[in-house]
């Protein structure tokens, strides 16, 4: 069985020059795959590209800001300018801004979206707009998180999270028509950004290698996936998780609707035994006991 499933078509990562990206350029480029290495750090992305070219690949590095309209659209260009042809997207690039909601500024939270949501739907568009005019199909590979759970002190992050997790299941329905599969990986490593992250017990928990997202998302990215868009999945490590969508649970009908009178009587039978487990630690309901004001002196 051939291991390059991705042979000569071009494939853009965004945010590749160290931790979970560079993973992904290694094994897009293992499967035969013409690579845009993306990042700020351009010297760190120019030696990964010098590297792959020695070892007989096809790599260029990019230094476009994704973080802006221009950049997502240059950087997209720039892949068609060297290969011909964009067709694969992977949407990588992050930043973090950690504060809770009472502490955060509007410009911690604007640079987290503008990243994560913004770079995503601005690469995306320029992807896509390039895939659809060549006909030739693609994939892209969006990146969230189980942050969007809820992340305690990641108020940005989890909504950036979020947002891209709903602009996949969007953009599975949109770009179907042109041959265009859209999926996301919530994946796991050790990396710069991963230092501040603790585990259920408050601690730094286990290392993982960042490369070891790449075989999953090289699956994604190949014609072996033809069946799977709008679909995420946990990666990395030992796992490979599907994460359900979210959708309506119980429901409780009433012909003539639910007046404040039904609700009184009804809600505390029904729903609170639906509340299941919050937040990316995956704990039980906490709040059973109620929440409530502290004591005032
Ligand atoms: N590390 C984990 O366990 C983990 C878990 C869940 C999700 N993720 C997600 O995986 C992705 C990669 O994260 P990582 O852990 O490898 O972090 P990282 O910090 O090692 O890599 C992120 C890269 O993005 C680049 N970048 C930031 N802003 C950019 C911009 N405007 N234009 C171009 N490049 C930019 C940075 O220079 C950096 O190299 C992120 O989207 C992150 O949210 C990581």
């Keep these: 069985m051939s291991d390059r499933l991705l042979d000569g078509r071009p494939a853009?990562?965004?945010g590749a020059a160290g931790g979970i990206g560079r993973g992904h350029i290694a094994h897009l480029?293992?499967?035969?795959?013409?690579?845009?290495?993306?990042?700020?750090?351009?010297?760190?992305?120019?030696?990964?590209?010098?590297?792959?070219?020695?070892?007989?690949?096809?790599?260029?590095?990019?230094?476009?800001?994704?973080?802006?309209?221009?950049?997502?659209?240059?950087?997209?260009?720039?892949?068609?300018?060297a290969f011909g042809s964009v067709r694969i997207?992977?949407?990588?690039?992050?930043?973090?801004?950690?504060?809770?909601?009472?502490?955060?500024?509007?410009?911690?939270?604007?640079?987290?979206l503008t990243v994560h949501v913004k770079g995503t739907f601005w690469c995306a568009q320029a992807a896509a707009r390039a895939m659809a005019e060549q006909g030739s199909g693609g994939a892209i590979v969006n990146t969230t998180s189980g942050a969007h759970?809820?992340?305690?002190?990641?108020?940005?992050?989890?909504?950036?999270?979020?947002?891209?997790?709903?602009?996949?299941?969007?953009w599975a329905m949109e770009l179907a028509r042109h041959g265009i599969r859209v999926n996301a990986i919530g994946p796991l490593g050790t990396t710069a950004m991963s230092q501040t992250y603790r585990d259920a017990d408050g601690k730094k928990g286990d290392d993982f290698d960042p490369s070891m997202n790449g075989p999953a998302l090289v699956y994604l990215c190949s014609d072996e996936a033809a069946n799977v868009s709008g679909q995420i999945f946990g990666t990395g490590g030992?796992?490979?998780?599907?994460?359900?969508?979210?959708?309506?649970g119980k429901t409780l009908i009433k012909p003539d609707g639910w007046d404040l009178d039904a609700l009184r009587q009804h809600f505390?039978?029904?729903?609170?035994?639906?509340?299941?487990?919050?937040?990316?630690?995956?704990?039980?309901?906490?709040f059973h006991g109620g929440?409530?004001?502290p004591e005032q002196e």
Excluded at 149 to 170: E, V
């Design 149 to 170: 759970f809820g992340s305690f002190g990641q108020t940005a992050y989890s909504a950036a999270k979020g947002a891209i997790a709903s602009m996949t299941y969007t």
């Design 89 to 112: 997207l992977v949407n990588n690039a992050g930043n973090l801004r950690d504060r809770t909601l009472l502490k955060m500024t509007d410009e911690e939270f604007d640079s987290v």
């Design 268 to 286: 505390q039978t029904h729903m609170p035994g639906e509340f299941g487990a919050l937040g990316i630690l995956g704990k039980p309901y906490p």
């Design 12 to 14: 853009i990562v965004t």
């Design 238 to 248: 030992q796992r490979l998780s599907h994460m359900v969508q979210p959708h309506y």
């Design 29 to 81: 480029a293992a499967a035969g795959a013409p690579v845009v290495i993306n990042d700020l750090n351009i010297e760190a992305a120019q030696a990964m590209a010098d590297e792959i070219v020695a070892a007989g690949g096809k790599a260029i590095a990019s230094a476009h800001n994704i973080g802006s309209r221009e950049g997502a659209e240059g950087l997209v260009q720039a892949c068609i300018e």
């Design 291 to 293: 929440v409530h004001a």
